[in-house]
């Protein structure tokens, strides 16, 4: 994903700088029956996995552990489902969940698959959740994206995020500001992966939108700045590996490199260059299937692009509708076989935006727009390998 950097945004006509943010630290339950060594504020709540916790004296302390057939939910502790997924499972059958954590009516029935995170067929080894698309806009909101619920709003706002970060890179933003999210991707576990464009990562819980570092070391192999996308290692298979697209944070025009961060160690290695003749460096999104694709945007030649994970070369391309004003966002993701771009354009002075969702279907290579004026300049979208790749 990608979005004007504050400092030269009056310099250059567009510039990456994607995705998601985070809120409070999180850290395990403590052997004394529920007391956490996270500080925190007065009214504070928050779910640790399965644990409801509220603020006491200082400290977050587990009021409620949730199991059966209950999950945790920050605002309403243990519900039958969360409305931060607008969709759950009962028995084999999809319904809608309600916002105050009730079961609601029947979407669908799975006929021949069993209901997993609220779609039929959903993948073992899969948090719920984790079937969705993730976004984050320029403000900040963390929200789900299911475009099942299409032609409707597909949005639901999970909260704000507020990562901790450094300050930026000062090639990418000389101005010292506090560091903004550059661009995400979401695991099998539905925990987002977010670079900020300080060069740091952070996992963000896409229940709560808490936000817990990760020890990344930035800069590696010389990926400053990036997009992200998880891939599964073989089509079916529940182990996937991250790969990353860019490079140096004082250059974000060109295709940049590609590589990959092993999830275990956080460790980056280097792939091979990405073409030169782009505009800027793609966001990436990957597959249950294991397939990896990059969003190329821009103002002379945009397009999609399968990227070979062993040499970076692209693939089969299909081209899209160039952009006729700046970009100021952008972020990418595949759900259902088909590609959903958020786009955020700026007119020449930077005064008006105009924010849509358009899908690709690459089975005929036709490109709509399914939402427009949204009002959200989404500047990060990241979806798991546990996402469909086929809708019937």
């Not at 275990?264 to 990957?286: I, W």
């Amino acid at each position: 994903m990608s979005v004007l950097t504050r400092a030269v945004r009056s310099l250059i006509a567009f510039a990456p700088v994607a995705l998601i943010a985070c809120g409070p630290s999180a850290a395990g339950v403590g052997a004394d029956g529920g007391v956490t060594t996270d500080p925190c504020q007065p009214g504070q709540v928050r779910c640790l996995g399965q644990s409801h916790q509220t603020c006491q004296n200082g400290f977050f302390t587990e009021d409620q552990s949730c199991s059966g057939t209950t999950v945790c939910d920050p605002d309403l502790g243990c519900p039958a489902c969360s409305p931060s997924n607008p969709k759950t499972c009962v028995g084999d059958e999809v319904h809608t969940c309600n916002n105050d954590g009730t079961v609601g009516g029947l979407i669908e029935t799975c006929e021949f698959e069993q209901c997993r995170g609220g779609t039929c067929g959903g993948s073992d080894g899969c948090a719920q959740g984790a079937e969705l698309i993730y976004v984050v806009d320029i403000a900040n909101n963390l929200y789900s994206f299911d475009p099942q619920l299409l032609p409707g709003d597909p949005f639901h706002l999970i909260g704000k995020l507020n990562c901790p970060a450094g300050t930026p890179y000062p090639a990418f933003d000389p101005s010292g500001g506090p560091a903004t999210p550059f661009s995400m991707s979401v695991d099998r576990s539905a925990t987002a992966w977010v670079l900020y464009d300080s060069g740091e990562i952070f996992h963000v819980s896409t229940t709560d939108a808490s936000c817990t570092a990760t020890g990344f070391t930035k800069g590696q192999n010389g990926f400053e700045l990036f997009g992200m996308g998880f891939v599964s290692n073989s089509a079916g298979s529940n182990d996937e590996t991250l790969f990353i697209a860019g490079g140096s944070a004082g250059s974000q025009t060109g295709g940049g490199n590609l590589g990959k961060i092993d999830p275990t160690n956080m460790q980056v290695s280097s792939v091979g260059a990405l073409p030169a003749n782009a505009e800027f460096s793609p966001e990436l999104t990957g597959t249950g299937d294991a397939n990896l694709y990059g969003y190329y945007p821009g103002m002379t030649t945009s397009y999609v692009a399968q990227i070979n994970q062993g040499t970076a070369a692209n693939g089969m391309t299909w081209n899209l509708p160039t952009l006729t004003d700046q970009i100021k966002g952008w972020a990418f993701a595949q759900w259902g076989g088909e590609f959903y771009i958020f786009i955020t354009t700026t007119d020449l002075l930077g005064t008006t935006d105009h924010s849509y969702v358009e899908k690709l279907d690459p089975n005929g290579g036709q490109t709509t727009t399914v939402l427009d004026n949204t009002g959200k300049v989404v500047v990060g979208a990241g979806v798991s390998t546990c996402a469909p790749v086929v809708v019937n």
